[in-house]
């Protein structure tokens, strides 16, 4: 493990049980990502990528072996022990947004902060702050309705941003986006990761892993290989 390794899996693996079966959507994962990196995770359907993120994401634990998060052994916490990490840590932007409809913008962009227990002025405050970052400062009262898909999706990164993260973790985050809005989304996650935000983000689109300085491929719970983009 190095100094600026952020993410450390040591022999990851995560078995699911289905009746008598036993599905390895893991088999034994051993990689590290360091601060400040760009990653794009690709590889086919049930190649264990979505898995890969939960763990990284701390939505899920790992069935054997360790997972090291900014130097905190995270494999074996608990339900409420894992929410706090993923409230100090880790942003997320999902492919469906993941807005709440109810909701204005500025008031979605606050909800972390909500669950931490920030002051109202202090949430609005921050809040108004990361969708002025993202290009949204005329949209703060208006619902996701009333919102193109490709503010919808700025809207989701503004709160993955709102607790200053230094993890962004991207699930398809172009994925119901048209070319041209996706490139837009795209180029935001680059100038955040140039700032200093660590990145990774799973695509299936070779145009779309492009853009991270680096791909990793995984195939049957396996890393198949890992490239460089060349950035």
Same mark, same amino acid.
């Given at each position: 493990?190095? =100094? ?5 899996? *040591? ?25 400040? %990196? ?30 090291? #998060? =900014? ?23 999902? /492919? %469906?947004?993941?807005?709440?409809? /109810?909701?204005?913008?500025?008031? =979605?962009?606050? #909800?972390?902060?909500?669950?931490? &227990? ?21 949209? #703060? ?14 809207? @989701? ?11 962004? #973790? ?5 994925? =119901?986006?048209?070319? @041209? ?14 700032? &200093? ?7 299936? *689109?070779? *145009? ?19 490239? @460089?983009?060349?950035?």
């Amino acid at each position: 493990m190095n =100094n600026d390794d952020l993410i450390v899996l *040591e022999d990851v693996c995560k078995i699911y049980r289905m009746g008598q079966e036993q599905v390895h959507a893991l088999a034994g994962v051993s990689l590290s990502f360091s601060s400040g %990196s760009f990653w794009a995770i690709m590889g086919a359907s049930g190649s264990g990528k979505s898995t890969m993120m939960n763990l990284i994401g701390c939505l899920d634990r790992p069935t054997s072996g360790t997972y090291r #998060l =900014n130097g905190n052994d995270v494999s074996k916490l608990d339900d409420d022990a894992l929410s706090e990490i993923r409230l100090q840590n880790i942003g997320f932007i999902f /492919q %469906s947004f993941n807005l709440i409809p /109810q909701l204005t913008v500025l008031e =979605n962009i606050e #909800l972390p902060m909500f669950y931490q &227990g920030h002051s109202p002025e202090e949430s609005q405050s921050r809040a108004s702050e990361m969708a002025e970052r993202v290009g949204l400062s005329d949209r #703060l009262m208006h619902r996701p309705t009333e919102l193109s898909g490709g503010q919808q999706q700025r809207v @989701a990164i503004a709160r993955s941003l709102v607790n200053d993260p230094p993890l962004i #973790l991207a699930d398809e985050p172009t994925g =119901n986006l048209d070319t @041209a809005t996706g490139e837009q989304i795209l180029e935001l996650l680059i100038d955040l990761n140039e700032q &200093g935000k660590t990145i990774i983000m799973i695509t299936h *689109e070779k *145009e779309v892993a492009a853009h991270a300085k680096h791909s990793l491929h995984m195939r049957d719970g396996l890393v198949e290989r890992t490239t @460089a983009n060349g950035k």
